[in-house]
T-cell receptor, first 117, second 112 residues
Framework: EPEVTQTPSHQVTQMGQEVILRCVPI?????FYWYRQILGQKVEFLVSFYNNEISEKSEIFDDQFSVERPDGSNFTLKIRSTKLEDSAMYFC???????????????FGPGTRLTVT | SQELEQSPQSLIVQEGKNLTINCTSSKTLYGLYWYKQKYGEGLIFLMMLQKGGEEKSHEKITAKLDEKKQQSSLHITASQPSHAGIYLCGADGGGSNYKLTFGKGTLLTVNP
């Protein structure tokens, strides 16, 4: 069964360093997302990506964040200069937006736990 | 912005018992998603409901979206320890990007 994959599963970085979180969405999906979940809190939307551009972003997604789809399969989230408060679980998700048989079902990856020290 | 309220926040049941988790939205639901999460892990897609009155089942889990499309319930029949985890409801607010807003989750413990 197709699934969303994410690497690494856990990333530890020092404050101020750049990190890149990687995702491989389900292959025929068109919409890609990043969400995050700070420990003990809600899952929060960060950004959606469609047709090779950001379609919507939340207020959390400031200039320190960027996303890219460098090739036909990968989808990355970059945090330019990490802060302590960026420590969270980051989830990638994908959807076919209703164009496929699955409707608008949105599937999540297993997450990358980012720890900023 | 859309807010989702889940109840109860946590639930402890004996194996074999039935249970219901509710999700109430502050706005009309265009798509309501149920996910299961093990602590510290990813979200496993369970079901998605779109039409008022719609009901879907998967194994022993049934989810329903009410007619007015502002509330959904998740019902588990004859619960098992494997059902334990955090159940999250997520709502699509009707925009073209299908971004989801989530509730805080319901922690389910099933005692053998």
């Amino acid at each position: 069964e197709p699934e969303v994959t994410q690497t690494p599963s856990h990333q530890v970085t020092q404050m101020g360093q750049e990190v890149i979180l990687r995702c491989v969405p389900i292959s025929n999906h068109l919409y890609f997302y990043w969400y995050r979940q700070i420990l003990g809190q809600k899952v929060e939307f960060l950004v959606s990506f469609y047709n090779n551009e950001i379609s919507e972003k939340s207020e959390i997604f400031d200039d320190q964040f960027s996303v890219e789809r460098p090739d036909g399969s990968n989808f990355t989230l970059k945090i330019r200069s990490t802060k302590l408060e960026d420590s969270a679980m980051y989830f990638c998700a994908s959807s076919d937006g209703g164009w496929g048989l699955a409707g608008e079902e949105q599937y999540f990856g297993p997450g990358t736990r980012l720890t900023v020290t | 912005s859309q807010e989702l309220e889940q109840s109860p926040q946590s639930l402890i049941v004996q194996e074999g018992k039935n249970l219901t988790i509710n999700c109430t939205s502050s706005k009309t639901l265009y798509g309501l998603y149920w996910y299961k999460q093990k602590y510290g892990e990813g979200l496993i897609f369970l079901m998605m409901l779109q039409k008022g009155g719609e009901e879907k089942s998967h194994e022993k889990i049934t989810a329903k979206l009410d007619e007015k499309k502002q509330q959904s319930s998740l019902h588990i029949t004859a619960s098992q320890p494997s059902h334990a985890g955090i159940y999250l409801c997520g709502a699509d607010g009707g925009g073209s990007n299908y971004k989801l807003t989530f509730g805080k989750g319901t922690l389910l413990t099933v005692n053998p």
